[in-house]
């Protein structure tokens, strides 16, 4: 399929490493694929879904102790110890391929090898790289099908002589918890991922290339990595503004991806198209502005609180061509069903675990809290026309966000690119009482990257610096959101979901300098009154509340990021060390 030799010899030495019984090479071809789905329910590995419900789509299960990604398991194996930075796990990578090779000796004995050439972007793009994942799993061979461009394309996009590939091995293995080893190579272009089957971990196009391996390339090459998604707003004149936007994991990202406009502007004929919901790739082009493209192909989204209200245009996109993980299995219809999508559970089902269920009278879950869909972008209603465009969309305003019940403000604007920087930098979310017991535990999350940054996280900021230097007054506008203050009893007082578009507007607004801002000692924010309420059940005085920034409290905050930034030492930007002192001056 390929002359590449870096690509041929590469797959020679993980063969001679592996030992498969077989090597299949996917080209793409829905034969070949339908041969593969054929063989996974022949196994058990997969179930077929009704054809008439639910057409071409599937039903896994993964090991009952493999349902998440393991941050404490993934490490980042630069030469240099202080490269890897103090947020991410390390290893010396002599070491790491030295305990991984013992482990991976001969573990496809008995097994096939899929060889999984994938493109992360539009085929042809400049923007676009590619990869290829050795894996023993068909599920993992399926499920990148849906989230990249996968096949003979993808070789044809790398050519015949480039080695600027990303060389990703995986095996199941034993799925043993105690030797789970997500693993990063950067300085090699690799990604080793060993006993897991859970997408997280082991769909190696996603978090671990196009994030953690990205952000790394990023920096050496001038361009951005990030955990965004990417929203394009439609006027009634038919112009369309882009907005990405990072948050961190269950602050609604998919759902402000494929947001409904609210009455008050769909009226007017505004859209909302989604580009992508989860990995924006960034680059300046050649007008001086940022233009970002969505690497992946597909939606590998959380189920449960997925519904008709909530967000329809996922759920329309889950429809067909899908692959459904550890959600219930509604045997009298032989379809799908998690927490959340519907007030009537299945009585007749098989839960996540595929034991025996009655949604009517169990107290256990049927879907596990983290069940997926791999669902195709191509599905989704709202899916911009702009998806595959190998230049990509520019950037007109970045925004940050995370959820905080009292101290952020619904809205802000960052008074410069460098603010930005620092708005980002200090981004923080508090766990909830369902994820951990615990209210109020502030996790920082620079950038939601915590989790994701493929190296030391302060120069991960000078680079960010750097970005802003390149692109000067052509610069997206950086701000940020909080969607989720509370009142005293705990309510939400923004409604959220669809209204949040009401927010966006005004940050559109004053990317094009269309609306004035009061400076606060945080950065600009909206009058009250430049919300639109139209429609709502909440007054300007509301607004205003959810406006106000208490200065105790964000004294209290100065003195967690100054916490938070010593672990980067001298790395950390001197720029963010001047905005941090801006900030704690602006609080006196
Ligand atoms: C995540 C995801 O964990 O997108 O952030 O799956
Ligand atoms: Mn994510």
Redesign the pocket.
Known sequence: MTKNQNVLSWVDEMIELCKPDKVVWLDGSQEQLQTLRDEACATGEMIKLNEEKLPGCYLHRTAVNDVA?VEHRTFICTRKKEDAGPINNWEDPVVMYDRLRKMYDGVMKGRTMYVIPYCMGPIGSKLSKVGVELTDSIYVVLNMDIMTRMGKQALEHLGDTSNDFVRGLHSKADVDEEKRYIVHFPEDNAIWSINSGY??NVLLG??CFALRIASYQGKNEGWMAE?MLILGVENPQGETKYIAAAFP?ACGKTNLAMLIPPEVYKKQGYKVWTVGD?IAWMRIGDDGRLWAINPEAGF?G?APGTNEKSNPNALATTKRGTIFTNVAHNLDDNTVWWEGLDKNPPEHAKDWKGNDWNGKTSTEKGANPNSRFTAPAKNCPCISDKFNDPLGVPISAIVFGGRRAKTAPLVYQSRSWQHGVFVGSIMASETTAAATGAVGVVRRDPMAMR?FCGYHMGDYFGHWLEMGKKLGNKAPKIFNVNWFRTDDEGHFIWPGFGDNMRVLMWILARCEDKVDAVETPIGYEPKPEDINIEGLDITTDTVAGLLDVDKDLWREESAGIEDFYKQFGDRLPKELSEELETLKANLK
């Open positions: 990604r997408g997280g996603k978090k955990h994991s989860d590998f959380v989790p």
